[in-house]
Structures are given as C-alpha cells and as structure tokens.
C-alpha cells in the first residue's frame, strides 16, 4: 500500500470513528451510505449483501458466497453486484484497534446513468458472472470515497456533492478489473441482467413455493440455461438460494419476535417443522431454540 492510500485510509478511519462510537451499524446523513464498527473478531453473521461498494478502513473480513470465500482488507473493496445471502465473519479487530467498514449502496439505475454519462465503451451481453468480488483498491477509487465521508463534517454540501462523488465512486469501479461484471448487472438483456430479476423475485417472495419453470419464464431462460448462470452469479441454485432467504428471516423472527418455532416455520415457507428444525440447524449449528438461546446469552 502506498503512503498516500495509507494516510487517506488512516483519515477515513478517522471520520469512521467519530461517527459511530460504539460498536454497531451506523445509517449516515448520506443517502446510502453506512459506517461499520465491531471490536469483536470472529463473530459470524448470516444476512443479506445488497448492491453495494464495500471498504474494510481497519481489520479484516472474510465473506462466505454459498461454497466461495472473499476475504479482503485495507488494501482491498469488495463489490456485491445483486442481492446475496451470505455469511461474514471479522477475522481481525480488537477494542482498541476495531474493524471499521464503510458501505456505499447503489442500483442499476446509478450504474446505466455512469455508462451513459460517460466514455465507458458498452460491453456486449456476455455470459453472467459472479455477483461478488474483491479487488485492490486504488487512489483514484479511495480519494472520491474519502471525499464522500468528509461530506459528513459539511452537511449542506451533501445534496449537491454526494450524488457527483458517488457517481465518481462507481465510473471508477467501471473501469476496474472487473468493471464489465458488474457493467452485464445494468444491461437490460444481458444475462445477469435477467438472472438479477430472479433474485429480486426470489427475495420478494422467498415464502412461496417456486416452480423452477417460473423462474425460468422470468428470466425468458431454459431450466438448464437459468440454473447455470444463476449458479455462476450467486454460487448457488435458485432452490438454495431461496433456502437461505427462509432461515436468514426465520432466525430474526425467533430472535425479534419469539415466536414460536413451529409457527415460523410456517410463516418463511416451510410445510414441515421437522424439515424446518433439520435445516436450520445445519446452517446454524443448533436446532432453532438452542440457538436462539445461545445467541441471547
């Protein structure tokens, strides 16, 4: 890492700090943008990636994609293209040195308007490819997100130049390594573009049954065609895909509502509680209760 992305990380880390003072998930004054803060290494969370440009400014991270792992630090951003379940886990942080992240979100729309707005050349609708990646980052990529941070310590200028340095944000991201992935998101007609709309189908309606023939009219795909590159994108079947969806929102229901479990089951899509219990405890470790337990301890 260069001294200059070395003291513009040290100064993020700085504005990080000072906006959130305790550990936890903090929604800035800034449209779509959070700050992260988590003294506590190896904690595992299961939840939802959306679209979003991801820096680790302090610690480490990994993230687990069905069966692929990402691991990244403050030499890295990682890009979540589509909405993905995933599991991720701070492998380093420590109270008097916590892991701090800084989460910009962002949609399709955002992305067509940098390609339209820009000289960034239209790439044809190739094959769909992972919706996750890492890459290094960069000075042209760290100075407009260290510049949309700083907006935090001038509030009225946030209307006028948070829109311009998110652009910048994402114009940058286009013309990195893997620009063109996450270019085929945006493309109406592309492959990802239309496995995108399954996953957002899937995500509204995780709860009902899913014929596999509907998801493939959806993306105006073949079965074969649809399981393949919904598998490329997401490094999961559909079927699995909705099954993370179903246990991610039944364990909030256990843990925010107590509900019970039987009754959950019920309410995310499951027609057998025994199935359900089963299921849940090979994504959790424990059987429904037992984690809920363990998890309120």
Same mark, same amino acid.
């Given at each position: 890492m260069s001294e200059v992305i070395a003291k513009q990380q040290q100064e993020l880390a700085g504005i990080i700090t000072r906006y959130s003072e305790k550990d936890g998930v903090y929604q800035t004054d800034i449209p779509f943008l959070r700050f992260v803060r988590d003294s506590n290494a190896l904690v595992t969370n299961h939840g939802m990636y959306t679209p979003s440009f991801c820096i680790v400014v302090q610690g480490e991270k990994e993230v687990l994609l069905g069966e692929e792992r990402f691991r990244y630090c403050p030499s890295d951003y990682? /890009? *979540?293209s589509v909405h993905l379940p995933v /599991? @991720?886990? /701070?492998?380093k942080a420590t109270p008097n040195e916590p892991y701090l992240g800084y989460i910009l979100e962002f949609t399709a729309d955002q992305i067509l +308007?940098?390609? =339209?707005? $820009?000289? /960034?050349? +239209? !790439? *044809?609708k190739e094959n769909a490819k992972r919706g996750m990646y890492v890459s290094q980052i960069d000075l042209p990529l760290l100075d407009p997100a260290l510049r949309l941070a700083r907006l935090m310590d001038h509030p009225n200028d946030i209307p006028l130049l948070a829109p311009l340095y998110t652009k910048e944000i994402l114009y940058r991201v286009l013309q990195g390594k893997h620009g063109r992935a996450l270019q085929q998101i945006a493309i109406m007609g592309s492959s990802a573009h239309q496995i995108n709309d399954v996953i957002l189908y899937l995500t509204n309606n995780f709860s009902r049954s899913q014929r596999i023939e509907e998801l493939a009219d959806i993306a105006n795909m073949s079965v074969s065609t649809l399981h393949r590159h919904f598998k490329e994108v997401t @490094?999961? $079947?559909?079927i699995q895909f909705q099954k993370q969806l179903r246990l991610q +929102? @039944? =364990?909030r229901l256990l843990l925010t509502e107590g509900a019970d479990a039987t009754d959950v089951a019920f309410r995310v !899509?499951?027609?057998s509680p025994s199935q359900f219990s089963?299921?849940?405890s090979r994504m959790y470790g424990l059987p429904p209760r037992q984690d809920v337990k363990r998890l309120k301890t």
């Amino acid at each position: 890492m260069s001294e200059v992305i070395a003291k513009q990380q040290q100064e993020l880390a700085g504005i990080i700090t000072r906006y959130s003072e305790k550990d936890g998930v903090y929604q800035t004054d800034i449209p779509f943008l959070r700050f992260v803060r988590d003294s506590n290494a190896l904690v595992t969370n299961h939840g939802m990636y959306t679209p979003s440009f991801c820096i680790v400014v302090q610690g480490e991270k990994e993230v687990l994609l069905g069966e692929e792992r990402f691991r990244y630090c403050p030499s890295d951003y990682l /890009i *979540s293209s589509v909405h993905l379940p995933v /599991i @991720a886990k /701070i492998t380093k942080a420590t109270p008097n040195e916590p892991y701090l992240g800084y989460i910009l979100e962002f949609t399709a729309d955002q992305i067509l +308007e940098v390609i =339209r707005d $820009s000289n /960034i050349e +239209e !790439g *044809s609708k190739e094959n769909a490819k992972r919706g996750m990646y890492v890459s290094q980052i960069d000075l042209p990529l760290l100075d407009p997100a260290l510049r949309l941070a700083r907006l935090m310590d001038h509030p009225n200028d946030i209307p006028l130049l948070a829109p311009l340095y998110t652009k910048e944000i994402l114009y940058r991201v286009l013309q990195g390594k893997h620009g063109r992935a996450l270019q085929q998101i945006a493309i109406m007609g592309s492959s990802a573009h239309q496995i995108n709309d399954v996953i957002l189908y899937l995500t509204n309606n995780f709860s009902r049954s899913q014929r596999i023939e509907e998801l493939a009219d959806i993306a105006n795909m073949s079965v074969s065609t649809l399981h393949r590159h919904f598998k490329e994108v997401t @490094a999961m $079947s559909p079927i699995q895909f909705q099954k993370q969806l179903r246990l991610q +929102e @039944a =364990r909030r229901l256990l843990l925010t509502e107590g509900a019970d479990a039987t009754d959950v089951a019920f309410r995310v !899509g499951y027609e057998s509680p025994s199935q359900f219990s089963r299921e849940y405890s090979r994504m959790y470790g424990l059987p429904p209760r037992q984690d809920v337990k363990r998890l309120k301890t």
